[in-house]
Structures are given as C-alpha cells and as structure tokens.
C-alpha cells in the first residue's frame, strides 16, 4: 500500500525540501503505516519562524474589522468541512467518528469567540483622571507565537489558541503531535482559502528538537503548551529561561466522587462515558472512581451491565462507540497496567482484553477493550498515574470528606465531578476542591469558549489558563498611555514624582 508523506506548512505552502528524519504515522484501527510524517530540523523552525516574523507588522497592522472578517470566514470553512477533518482524526487518531466531530464543534465554539476580538481587545478609558490628563490602556500583540500540543485532540487543542492569537494579531507557528499531524495540515489549507495572510499560521513538524528549537528562539514570544506533565514542567521552565510568556497544560487523574443520594444510573452513564469516550484518551476523562458505599457495589454493577455492550471497532464504523488506542507502544503501556494493578492486589472486574473488537482488518490494531479495577487505593501504580486510555478505577470510601481528601491529595488538578442530589453537598464541593475545572452532575466539565480551560496543581504550569479571557490575555501585553495636550498652564520645572490633582 502507497503511504502519503505529511511535511511542514511555511508561508503559506507546503514545504519542499527533504527531511533528515521521518516518522512512521498509523491507521491505528488497522495497525497500517499508512504515512511518514517529517521532522523539522533547527533549518525547517527557523524558517517558519522567519516567515512568522516577516508576516507580522503587516497583519497586527491589519484592521480589526479586517481580522474578524477572516476569523468569521475561517469559521465557515471549518465548519462546512467538518466532516472532512473528522475522517482525517479518526484515520490516525482512532477516535470514532461522531467524537471527532465534537471535538471540531469545540474548537469551532473558540473561534467564534475570536471572532469577537474588536469586543474582546478593547482597553479603558479615564476622561480626566488629573487635571487636563487622560489616562487608557491598550493591548497589543505579542508577535510569533508558538503553540505545541498533544495526539488527543489533534484539531481542538490547537484551537483552543491559535484563533484568539491570530485574531489579536499574532503570527503562529504550530507544532502539532507527530502522532497525527494531518490534521494541522488541513487546518492550514482552510486559513489560506479564508483569506488569512501567507507567514501567519505556519505548521512545523517534528519532536523535541523542533520543540527545543521553539523555546529556544529569540524571535518566539510566546508559547503555549499542552501534553503529558513531565513535558509540560519542562517546557515552561525551558520556555521562561529564555525570557518567554508560557503556559503549559499538563496531565491529569480526574475523579468522579458519587454520593450515596446520586442518581445511580445517571451516575453509570456518566462514568462509562466520560472514562471510556475517546479509549480513555482524554485530559478530562474519569480516570477514577470515587464511591461513597454502601453505593458501591451497585454502582460497579450498573457499569459492567454498560460496558458489556459497549461496541469497541474502527472509528470510521458508524456504529463503533470506542475506537482503538494511537500507537502500538501506547497500547502495550496501558495494557501493561493490567497486569500492575493485579500484582498490587486490584480487583480486575472487567477485563478489557476478552472485550470483542467488530470490523473488518483489525487484527492487528491497537485495541484494548473498557477495563474496570475494583478495591483501587493511593500507592498502587494504576492510581497513581496517568494511564492514559480505558482503563476506570474504583475507590471505595465511607464519606464525602474521605472522598474530598483522596481527591484533593492527587498531584493532579484538571478536572473532577460529584454526583449528588444534595445542592448543599454540591456547593460545599465547589468551595473544598483542590481543582481548575469541577462538573456537579456533568462528568466532563470542559468550559464553553467564553471561560477558561485550565486545571490546577501538576495540570498545568503558568498562571494564565487557556482561551475565554484569559487566552486575550495571554496572547496580548497591555499598554497603559497618560496623555496630555499642550496647554501653558502644565509648563515649568518639577522634578517632583507626579501625583493628581
Ligand atoms: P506528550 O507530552 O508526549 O506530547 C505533547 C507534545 O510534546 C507533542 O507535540 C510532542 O511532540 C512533544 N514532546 C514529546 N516529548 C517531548 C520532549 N521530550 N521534549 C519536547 N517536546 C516533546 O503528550 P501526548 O502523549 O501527545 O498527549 C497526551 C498527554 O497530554 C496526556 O498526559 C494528557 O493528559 C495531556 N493533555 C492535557 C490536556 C490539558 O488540557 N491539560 C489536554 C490534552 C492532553
């Protein structure tokens, strides 16, 4: 089978060179090589670099009017071609089909809110704030931007920034996952036919030498990181070092408390979907379960009924609700967990490996079925880290505060849920817990584009969290201007430090 090459995306075009160094990119459904992707040299960054430069004075000097009017045509593109971009996720991601469109609609939900920039990028103004004086503040962009991101959302993450960095006048260099990098590529294409300026979204990609390019360019400003959380410690000490603004999402362990007064088929739905959707590959994923028995048993029960007929096959399948895990070696990671949880004495209630795969040619793909440990505690490896695919753990406590302090001990703070009728317990769980983002009934509390998506803790290093206003934020400085106009009654020597009057 003829496999397609994915390279870099600079000033507008498809890079021409020849790459030193290649990855092998999958069909993870199958286990097929279907592409190699280039890795950029220090060569190919400096060069998507340059053309990031040469793009911006002319597009921060774009009108505001003018950039919004892009941003709104790059919406319609993305979104009449949605489906497009969804098979090109699920044809290296895995994910099924219907999940890669909501990533897209989530995506598409932040550039709407770019969309608003004349809105979201204007200062303030004090008439008079001394005599004659007027004091207001502006914010300007920084210049090229860099953003790098993870395999789980190839199209979302990236657009949790890149719309509000260009919409504020910024240039982009992206540096997607070399796990699934196409999809970057097709979001490239959609900028230029919307109108966007060639050098303003450039795509390298690559692994950590491009990476280690980007936080070490003088001419970066700005970088804007999501990943596991070694990488992203590393990325904002590396990035800041070098004098640069950072934000650097990281890992996570998100727990689902449930009391014993929730709704116990809600609460089962809500599991499985939030730690099974996406193979468990997902920063907000349940990860762990937290019950507060005597509804335990039940609520296990309630599971293992769901997942019993839970169909695992290829994304592009229409009736597959789970698809397959990104790579091989990620696979054998997590199913390696399996094995650790037994030896430290778990309970495997279900085990993902018996779960049947449906499809045709998927014998060799990365499959690992719905998995649920039992009697989980801290200390055991499968609580402890982040496994990263569809594998649910159980904690039994006896009280909501036995609950809060599991919780609020993890070195993770994403995201987390309660699951209650009790609104008092609700509200008090809101206040205690030690996390960015908390659902109360809703498994996956990921913020509409006008919050931020940021969690807390080891999840993320910087103190701007993403998109919402804190992505203005981060992708603008602010300016403070006190103005006065010539009139002779200012004149004369003072050297004193000026005060109002
Ligand atoms: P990863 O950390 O392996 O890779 C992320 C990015 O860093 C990729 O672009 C990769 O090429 C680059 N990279 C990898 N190793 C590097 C190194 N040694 N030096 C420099 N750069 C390096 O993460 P992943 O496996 O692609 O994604 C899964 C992880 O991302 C999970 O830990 C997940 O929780 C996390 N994630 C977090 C959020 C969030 O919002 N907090 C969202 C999505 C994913």
Known sequence: MSTKNITHWIAGQAWTGTAERRGDVYDPATGAVTGQVDFASIREVDQAVSAAVEA??????????????????????????????????????????????????????????????????????????????DVYSIRQPLGPVAIISPFNFPAMVPMWFFPIAIAAGNTVVLKPSEKDPSAANFIAELWKEAGLPDGVFNVVHGDKVSVDRLLEHPDVKAVSFVGSTPIARYVYETGTSYGKRVQALGGAKNHMLVLPDADLDLAADAAVNAGFGAAGER??????????????????????ERIAGLKVGPGCNGDSEMGPLVTGVHRDKVTSYLDA????????????????????GTADGFWLGPTIFDNVKPGMSIYDDEIFGPVLSVVRVDSYDEGLELINSSPYGNGTAIFTNDGGAARRFQYEVEVGMVGINVPIPV???????????????????????????FFTRGKAVTQRWLDPSHGGINLGFPTNS
Request: hydrophobic letters at 40%.
């Open 283 to 304: 920063c907000m994923a349940i990860s762990v379960l937290v019950a507060v028995d005597p509804v335990g048993d039940e609520l296990v029960e309630k599971i293992k």
């Open 447 to 473: 913020p509409v584009a006008y919050y931020s998506f940021g969690g807390w803790k080891s999840s993320l290093f910087g103190d701007t969290h993403a998109y919402g206003e804190d992505g203005v934020k």
């Open 341 to 360: 949880g037994l030896a430290d004495g778990a309970t495997l209630t279900v085990d993902g490996r018996k779960h049947p795969i449906s499809g045709e």
């Open 56 to 133: 911006f004075p002319g597009w921060r000097s774009a009108s505001v009017a003018k950039r919004s009017q892009v941003l709104f045509a790059f919406r319609e593109l993305i979104n009449s071609r949605r489906d497009e971009l969804a098979s090109i996720i699920v044809s290296e991601h895995g994910k099924v089909h219907s999940d890669a469109l909501g990533e897209i609609a989530r995506g598409i939900e932040v550039v709407e809110y770019a969309c608003g920039i004349p809105q979201l990028s204007k200062g303030g103004f004090t008439e008079q704030a001394s005599t004659g004086v």
